[in-house]
């Protein structure tokens, strides 16, 4: 396991399951980097979350055009159950509550569907608002309409 792995697991690296405890010997491996993947594609699909926030090597690393999907998510696993913690930058003019309730209720249903595991806590940490740009055409009608 990589550094960086490392930095998005707290506790174990992954939850076993026994799918059958008629078979003693039978169990699944879910790595934590698949529960962070997990989040992360659930998250992309939740209007007005713009995206995950990773801090300053992250920022770097993406300007390199290095995408880590796992990015401001960290994973723990305590045998079947999970906790996420994840930092997310909002889109500026949404509500952030309805927002950030609508992505935990996706990640809860997602990660439990896919997994079968049991999240037990999704703590969100709202770290910026994505303000759009004003592109050059609204900029110039703006600027006609403060004139007049």
């Not at 290095?66 to 305590?78: A, H, M, S």
Request: aromatic share 2%; no cysteine; glycine share 10%.
């Amino acid at each position: 396991m990589s550094k960086k792995d490392k930095e998005n697991v707290v506790g174990p690296v992954e939850a076993v399951l026994k799918p059958d405890p008629a078979k003693e010997g039978d169990s699944i491996r879910i790595s934590s980097e698949v529960i962070a993947v997990i989040v992360s594609l659930v998250s992309s699909e939740v209007p007005g979350i713009a995206g995950m926030s990773g801090g300053l090597v992250g920022g770097i690393a993406e300007k390199l055009g290095r995408r880590d999907l796992t990015r401001g998510i960290k994973v723990q696993v305590n045998e079947d159950k999970v906790v996420i913690d994840l930092n997310v930058i909002a889109e500026y003019g949404i509500s952030i509550v309805e927002a950030t309730t609508k992505l935990k209720k996706e990640i809860r249903t997602n990660v439990e569907k896919t997994t079968g595991l049991t999240v037990e806590a999704i703590n969100i940490n709202v770290q910026g608002i994505n303000v759009p740009k004003i592109g050059e055409e609204a900029a110039e009608e703006f600027d006609k309409v403060k004139e007049e």
